[in-house]
């Protein structure tokens, strides 16, 4: 089901803004605090997001959900804009958990 009620005003407002989850060592080498806007990037595309910071995300990785809408997201893009839709070299499989991305401030991103 994942986007289908993704353009329900409700559920909308549940969610808040699309956020990108770092570890907290990750957060304070950057200089980012809770609710600061920064872009995802790389050669595919870019996705402004809200940081969360959470112990429950590994060191050096940044977790952002799926199922927005791009069209009802900043940017106009959601997480799949940075996928850049190659198979994996294990049974050709989706590599769309496994994308790179720079994580850039907003103010810079401009």
């Known amino acids: 089901m994942n986007s289908s009620y993704g353009n329900d005003p409700v559920i909308r407002r549940r969610l808040g803004p699309p956020t990108v989850a770092l570890h907290p060592d990750d957060a304070a080498r950057e200089g980012l605090a809770e609710g600061d806007q920064v872009v995802l990037a790389n050669g595919e595309g870019r996705v402004p997001v809200t940081v969360a910071i959470s112990d429950r995300t590994l060191p050096g990785v940044v977790l952002m959900h799926k199922g927005r809408w791009?069209?009802?997201?900043?940017?106009?893009?959601?997480?799949?804009?940075?996928?850049?839709?190659?198979?994996?070299?294990?049974?050709?499989?989706?590599t769309v958990h496994g994308t790179e991305?720079?994580?850039?401030r907003a103010e810079a991103a401009e």
């Open 70 to 94: 791009p069209s009802l997201s900043p940017g106009d893009a959601n997480v799949n804009a940075l996928v850049p839709g190659h198979k994996s070299d294990i049974a050709e499989s989706t």
């Open 101 to 104: 991305a720079r994580l850039i």
